[in-house]
T-cell receptor, first 111, second 109 residues
Framework: ETGVTQTPRHLVMGMTNKKSLKCEQH?????MYWYKQSAKKPLELMFV???????ENNSVPSRFSPECPNSSHLFLHLHTLQPEDSALYLC??????????FGPGTRLTVL | TQLLEQSPQFLSIQEGENLTVYCNSS?????LQWYRQEPGEGPVLLVT?????EVKKLKRLTFQFGDARKDSSLHITAAQPGDTGLYLC?????????FGAGTTVTVRA
C-alpha cells in the first residue's frame, strides 16, 4: 500500500468517550502532521512531529493527545471532546520544500 | 500566524470556460503550493512554486508565483467537470504550511 492512510474514515463519539485516530505513511518521510479542517475555515495545524519528536503544538487543548511511536505512524488520542471539535481531521507527511501529502481524513462527529 | 487570502471564495462556471483563482498574503514564503480537495478526501498536491516570478504549467492548469513571493494565481483553461473541487493555496515557512480558506470551484456540464 502506498501514500498516507487514515483510520477510521468516520467516527461518531459521545463527549465522555475515549477514541484514537490512526495515521500511517508509506512514503519514507520524516515529518508527520495533524490538521483540523472545519467548514469555511483554513486548515488548522495541530501538531508536528519531525523524526518522531514533537516540534509543534499549536495551542491545542489537552483533550487531544498525539503519539508518534515511529516515523511511519501517528496517532491522535481523543477524550472528553466537545461538539465544536466535530470536524475533518487530516494527517499529512512531509518532504522537501515543505510539500505535504495528505491522507483521506477522519470525519469526526461529537454528540 | 501568516494569513493567506484566497479569492473568490466560490466560483461556478460552465464547462469550457476559463477561470482564475488568487492567493494573496502580506508575508514572504520560501515556496507556495496549490492543492485540490474533493469532498470526503484529503487535499492532493498539484504544484509547488519556489522562485519569484515562476510560472508552471500542468496540462490546462497554469500556476504563477508573484515576483515578491507573496502571492500566486491558478488559471484553468477550458475547465471540465473533473476540475470541480476546493482549491487551496499554502505558503511554506520553515517546516510548516499556512493554508488559505480555499476557493470552491464548480464546473457545470
Amino acid at each position: 500500500e502506498t501514500g498516507v492512510t487514515q483510520t477510521p474514515r468516520h467516527l461518531v463519539m459521545g463527549m465522555t468517550n475515549k477514541k484514537s485516530l490512526k495515521c500511517e505513511q508509506h512514503l519514507g518521510h520524516n515529518a508527520m502532521y495533524w490538521y483540523k479542517q472545519s467548514a469555511k475555515k483554513p486548515l488548522e495545524l495541530m501538531f508536528v512531529y519531525n523524526f518522531k519528536e514533537q516540534t509543534e503544538n499549536n495551542s491545542v487543548p489537552s483533550r487531544f493527545s498525539p503519539e508518534c511511536p515511529n516515523s511511519s505512524h501517528l496517532f491522535l488520542h481523543l477524550h472528553t471532546l466537545q461538539p465544536e471539535d466535530s470536524a475533518l481531521y487530516l494527517c499529512a507527511s512531509g518532504v522537501g520544500y515543505n510539500e505535504q501529502f495528505f491522507g483521506p481524513g477522519t470525519r469526526l462527529t461529537v454528540l | 500566524t501568516q494569513l493567506l487570502e484566497q479569492s473568490p471564495q466560490f466560483l461556478s462556471i460552465q464547462e469550457g470556460e476559463n477561470l482564475t483563482v488568487y492567493c494573496n498574503s502580506s508575508s514572504v514564503f520560501s515556496s507556495l503550493q496549490w492543492y485540490r480537495q474533493e469532498p470526503g478526501e484529503g487535499p492532493v498536491l498539484l504544484v509547488t512554486v519556489v522562485t519569484g516570478g515562476e510560472v508552471k504549467k500542468l496540462k490546462r492548469l497554469t500556476f504563477q508565483f508573484g515576483d515578491a513571493r507573496k502571492d500566486s494565481s491558478l488559471h484553468i483553461t477550458a475547465a471540465q467537470p473533473g476540475d470541480t473541487g476546493l482549491y487551496l493555496c499554502a505558503g511554506a515557512d520553515d517546516y510548516k504550511l499556512s493554508f488559505g480558506a480555499g476557493t470552491t470551484v464548480t464546473v457545470r456540464a
